[in-house]
């Protein structure tokens, strides 16, 4: 029986890169998957064609991390839809390099809004449907950037460094109650924000990483598969780092 069949799964950040493979990943499995996107319906589209490709059943769901309405509107249409969500994938993110004195307070906030803010009103609106039922699972998809210090990095690092200590005081406070927050934590892979590096800081990155080559796609999918899973039951607050010995 395929791990997550009749599961609802929603996957922030799901139209491209590496969400939309976690989209997949969880379609396979047998997962109905809320594909979440903020500007590009067309992405969006083939992200849901491949969800189906995979197996699986979905729907698109538009909201803007930034606004808090837009998110609890969004969460109310999944649990009148669906009655109910298994699983949430926080992995929706925006990156803005520049050095620390050069980097302008609303670029600052408006990356923490993203990656920080809008990941916890996400977790939020999902744990209260997720309590009343007893069960659930949040994963939330962090970066190495919270370990390991990138120079033009810092709104990033610092929001990503959030998103670790948010999930271990989620998993104490939900975990009582039935419902599971982990976190995983991936460093430099073929797809997504890895894909669009420089090229000669792409190259000092994959010095920096022991296995010598940038993850595949499905090494994250598997991780976060895991985590969100009954194999992980036991697993709360942990932060799996899947970076190929990037942070070490």
């Known amino acids: 029986m395929r791990r997550f069949e009749g599961a609802n799964v929603l996957v922030t950040g799901a139209s491209r890169g590496l969400g939309r493979a976690l ?82 307070s609303e670029e600052f906030d408006e990356v923490l809004a993203v990656n920080l803010s809008g990941m916890f009103t996400c977790a939020r609106a999902a744990a209260r449907s997720m309590l009343g039922r007893g069960k659930g699972s949040i994963v939330n998809v962090a970066s190495v ?36 927050v982990n976190a995983v934590v991936p460093g430099l892979f073929e797809e997504g924000m890895g894909a669009r590096l420089d090229r000669r800081v792409r190259e000092r990155m994959l010095e920096a990483t022991p296995a010598r080559r940038f993850g595949r796609p499905s090494e994250l999918s598997e991780a976060v598969l895991f985590l969100a899973s009954e194999q992980a039951s036991y697993v709360l607050g942990h932060a799996l780092v899947v970076d190929g010995g990037l942070s070490l």
Not at 58 to 82: A, C, N, T, W, Y
Request: aromatic share 6%; proline share 3%; net charge positive.
């Open 23 to 104: 989209a997949a990943a969880f379609a396979a499995e047998g997962a109905f998957v809320w594909i979440h996107y903020q500007g590009r319906a067309d992405q969006a589209a083939v992200a849901l064609e491949q969800v189906r490709s995979a197996g699986g059943t979905g729907e698109v769901l538009r909201f803007d991390l930034r606004q808090k309405p837009q998110i609890e509107e969004g969460m109310r249409r999944v649990l009148s839809e669906r009655g109910s969500l298994d699983v949430l994938v926080n992995n929706a993110a925006i990156l803005c390099d520049a050095p620390a004195a050069l980097l302008s």
């Open 145 to 180: 950037a919270a370990l390991r210090a990138t120079p033009g990095q810092a709104a990033y690092a610092a929001s990503k460094a959030g998103v670790l200590a948010l999930t271990r005081t989620l998993a104490v406070e939900l975990g009582p109650r039935g419902v599971r």
